[in-house]
């Protein structure tokens, strides 16, 4: 409801202003500078803007941090597994549907791990922020049978696409009973930028609630995490899953 009240406030500032001023420039100004701050909201979850989004904890003091993995299962996924595992750091997994059918095994060795396990739709479409309500709720409810069908499992944990909600995707999450999580630090690792710039872009942004965002997809990211999980030893960080950090009861 948030963007319709927001809408309908532009329109009548708008009409206001028009009838006050004659002025059909400063009007379009004004709806120029509403659609750039959509946009903005569209893109980033942190605002807020269509739906509440879970970004980083209030009041976090402890070290703990969520490493956080979209887009598995994938062949590579076990390594992701065996290296957290050495390092004694849990994460939470978005996965796919059509990733978790093409490969069940790691699917299921990622819950028996004990990892948290996310949904990020049945086939993380390009046009995901074009979809409508209907379409991004079956996105969602394909996904979660094809994860109860492979593990007997269910999880209220949602992480959009790309980071991108719109009014649609916020009724899909809603009548879905998801909670939309996001990230405090995008590795973009899934760039073509080196490892060392990741890692730059990563180590000097982490703090205490820090919700980091990469994926279990590629053999760079695979060796960012080796440097990433030496650095949180280092400094006494702990990663949990996001229901713990967040204290989801």
Not at 29 to 51: E, K, P, S, Y
Not at 100 to 112: A, D, G, S
Not at 132 to 146: F, G, L, N, P, Q
Not at 170 to 197: F, H, V
């Amino acid at each position: 409801m948030k963007h319709r009240f927001a809408i309908l406030i532009c329109l009548i500032a708008v009409a206001l202003i028009y009838f006050l001023t004659r002025n059909l420039w400063f009007s379009g100004a004004v709806v120029i500078i509403f659609l750039a701050l959509t946009t903005l909201g569209v893109a980033r979850m942190d605002l807020n803007w269509f739906l509440k989004n879970y970004t980083k904890p209030p009041g976090q003091e402890e070290r703990l941090v969520a490493l956080t993995f979209d887009d598995g299962p994938t062949p590579l996924t076990p390594k992701f597994l065996e290296l957290l595992n050495q390092y004694g750091q849990k994460a939470t997994f978005f996965c796919i549907g059509k990733q978790i059918e093409q490969y069940p095994e790691v699917f299921k060795r990622t819950i028996n791990a004990g990892h948290e396990i996310g949904n990020h739709t049945f086939s993380h479409q390009t046009k995901t922020g074009f979809l409508s309500t209907r379409a991004m709720v079956s996105e969602i409810e394909k996904a979660d049978v094809i994860m109860e069908k492979h593990a007997g499992i269910k999880t209220d944990l949602y992480r959009p696409p790309f980071g991108i909600t719109n009014p649609h995707i916020a009724r899909a999450i809603q009548r879905t009973g998801k909670k939309s999580m996001g990230w405090t630090i995008r590795s973009l690792d899934t760039t073509g930028d080196s490892e060392t710039r990741i890692l730059n872009r990563i180590i000097p942004a982490v703090k205490p609630g820090s919700v980091i965002l990469l994926h279990d997809t590629s053999e760079k990211t695979y060796r960012v995490l080796k440097e990433l999980l030496v650095f949180l030893e280092q400094e006494n960080y702990r990663s949990v899953t996001l229901s713990q950090l967040f204290d989801f009861k």
